[in-house]
């Protein structure tokens, strides 16, 4: 493969690597395994997107955002979805102050930098499109007055994906605004006994703590690195294979329904980001490939036949996947 001559300096891209690999030490402090997990939460960090973990229960998903929270120095605040959370108590609201006589606006938790939404879809779908405008737009309206939200702005929400009673499904305008779909599995074996060995030894608790992850970043380090992804040189061919892989997914047998427009600028805003966590100036084939299942998963329906087959979004997606054909630079 020939190699594509970056715009960024090598300087920044050294930098930028040792930053991501900075970034895996600390997070591994508090998370046992659950390696790609963690790049995949970082590349949405540095793509300046927003990330929903699926997983069952116990397996680490809010604690790993409480990680990465604390590796980062600035805001960060919890919602803990319940049926009866109103959108106000995501974006705010005005009240009457009867001691000054005025109306006043109380900021709701979604002014911050990182948003916690904690079993997200426990809130009926009213509350839930209550983070849709900020999540796009990086801004919320209270009264007809939009506000603008702190950057860097990310949201990494959580839900079980087992567990149906008391849950709504994600609008699929909302799912839509995710970078990624993360889904967070049981630890192999040996890192289950490296957990329960960390979680048992002198504590008094069940769960592990991120009292131990030291805080490495400011919001502008957060910033420069989302600006230096948005950097990173794209090939018209890698462009066309993002395209093509999404293209394929309309098409191809086993789905009901492919992936939309933001597929490929999910694939591409990927690939940027992981590239510049390797420390390289240009994005490949093997980048999409890499994310094109956190990208695309919560995109694509599988058809009904699939489904009685046993396949999931995942198993269709790896099979277009190597029937797509890649570039080769």
Known sequence: MNAIPPTLPEERLRQAEQIAN??????????????????????????DAHVLIEGV?????????????????????????????????????????????????????????LLLADEINRAPAKTQSALLEAMQEKQVTLEGNSAPLPRPFMVLATQNPIEQEGTYPLPDAQLDRFLFKIRIDYPSEADEIALTRQVTRTRTGA????????????????LALQQWAAHVVLDERVIAYAVAIVRASRTAPGFANGAGSRGPLALVRGARARALMAGRGFATPDDVKAVALPALRHRVTPAAEAEIEGLSADDLLRSLLERVPAPRL
Do not use: C, W, Y
Request: net charge negative; charged share 20%; no cysteine.
């Open 207 to 222: 769960d592990l703590d991120v009292d131990t992850v030291a805080t490495l970043l400011q919001p502008e380090a957060v």
């Open 57 to 113: 229960p116990g397996l680490g998903k809010t604690l790993l955002v409480k990680a990465l929270a604390r590796s980062f120095s600035g805001q960060t605040r919890r919602i803990q979805f319940t049926p009866d959370l109103m959108p106000s108590d995501v974006v705010g609201h005005t009240l009457f102050d009867t001691a000054s006589g005025r109306f006043v606006t109380r900021q709701g938790p979604v002014f911050t930098n």
């Open 22 to 47: 900075a970034l895996r030490s600390e997070i591994n402090k508090a998370i046992i395994g659950q390696q790609a997990v963690i790049d995949e939460v970082l590349i949405g960090l540095l793509a």
